[in-house]
C-alpha cells in the first residue's frame, strides 16, 4: 500500500526524507496541488501510467503538459495505454491520485518528460492523495532513478 511513510523511508538513502510534504486538502490533480502549494501547475511534476505493449511505463511530466500519442507510439514502439486502477496497483503499488515515481519495481521503466526542464523546482506527489516532495529537477532525475529522459509531450 503506497504511503507517505514509505516514500520517506525510500527517501531516506539520499537524505531527502524532510522534503515530503502532507496536505489537510486533497491533491490528487495538478489542479488542486499547484492550489495547495500556490505555485505553477506546470512545477506539479505529475507521474502517467502508461502500458506501451505489455511493459509498464511511467512518465513524469510537468503538470501543464499532455502525452503526444505519435510521440509516446514513436519512442516506446508501441502505443501507449492508461494502465486501469487494478494494473497501476499490481505494476507499483500505488494509486491514482498519489502516483510517484519513488520506489517503483525495476521491472517498471520510469522517464523523465523534457516539459521538467524549464523549472528548477518541482513537485511530485508523495504516494497519497495529499501529498507532494519538493525536489530540484536533478533531484528528482536522481532519486526516482529514472531511466532517461524522453520528449513525449506536447507543446
Request: hydrophobic content about 40%; glycine content about 10%.
Amino acid at each position: 500500500m503506497a504511503s507517505t511513510a514509505r516514500v520517506r523511508e525510500y527517501l531516506r538513502r539520499f537524505g531527502a526524507e524532510d522534503r515530503v510534504i502532507e496536505f489537510e486538502v486533497s491533491s490528487a490533480t495538478v489542479s488542486l496541488a499547484a492550489e495547495a502549494l500556490g505555485c505553477e501547475e506546470g512545477r506539479i511534476a505529475k507521474t502517467l501510467s502508461f502500458m506501451a505493449g505489455e511493459q509498464p511505463v511511467l512518465i513524469v511530466a510537468a503538470g501543464d503538459r499532455r502525452v503526444d500519442n505519435g510521440k509516446f507510439k514513436r519512442t516506446f514502439g508501441a502505443k501507449g495505454r492508461m494502465m486501469t486502477a487494478e494494473q497501476l496497483e499490481a505494476f507499483t503499488g500505488l494509486h491514482f491520485g498519489g502516483v510517484c515515481p519513488f520506489d517503483i519495481p525495476a521491472d517498471v521503466g520510469v522517464y523523465l518528460d523534457e516539459s521538467l526542464r524549464k523549472w528548477d523546482v518541482v513537485y511530485p506527489a508523495a504516494g497519497t492523495e495529499n501529498s507532494a516532495v519538493r525536489l530540484t529537477v536533478e533531484e528528482l532525475e536522481r532519486y526516482c532513478l529514472a531511466r532517461g529522459w524522453v520528449d513525449v509531450c506536447k507543446e
